[in-house]
Nanobody
């Protein structure tokens, strides 16, 4: 059984910073891409940032230059440093991981439980 545990959400004023963390645990053979998505009220879930096992990154245009994604392959962990936060960044942020388990050729696609980020004065 594999679990993704997120932490780091909260309330911050405009212009402030937050750091989200996510760690996967369980019988993981190899970890592929890890990423962060977000869903604001009344909107669809959208990509925020993704990082491959080799370290290549992709960001949504709306967060480029403000957010930085990083990962620790040894710990199956991914972080999202969010700077210069704005009210439009308010959403539930979800960690995503794509991985393989032992003795199985399939790639599994798991989501964390979500963590609320609220940007407000």
């Amino acid at each position: 059984q594999v679990q993704l545990v997120e932490s780091g959400g909260g309330l911050v004023q405009p212009g402030g910073s937050l750091r989200l963390s996510c760690a996967a645990s369980g019988s993981i053979f190899s970890m592929n891409a890890m990423g962060w998505y977000r869903q604001a009220p009344g909107k669809e879930r959208e990509l925020v940032a993704v990082i491959t096992s080799g370290g290549s990154t992709t960001y949504a245009d709306s967060v480029k230059g403000r957010f930085t994604i990083s990962r620790d392959n040894a710990k199956y962990a991914v972080d999202l440093q969010m700077n210069s936060l704005q009210p439009e960044d308010t959403a539930v942020y979800y960690c995503n991981a794509k991985f393989k388990i032992f003795y199985d050729v399939r790639v599994y696609d798991y989501w964390g439980q979500g963590t609320q980020v609220t940007v407000s004065s």
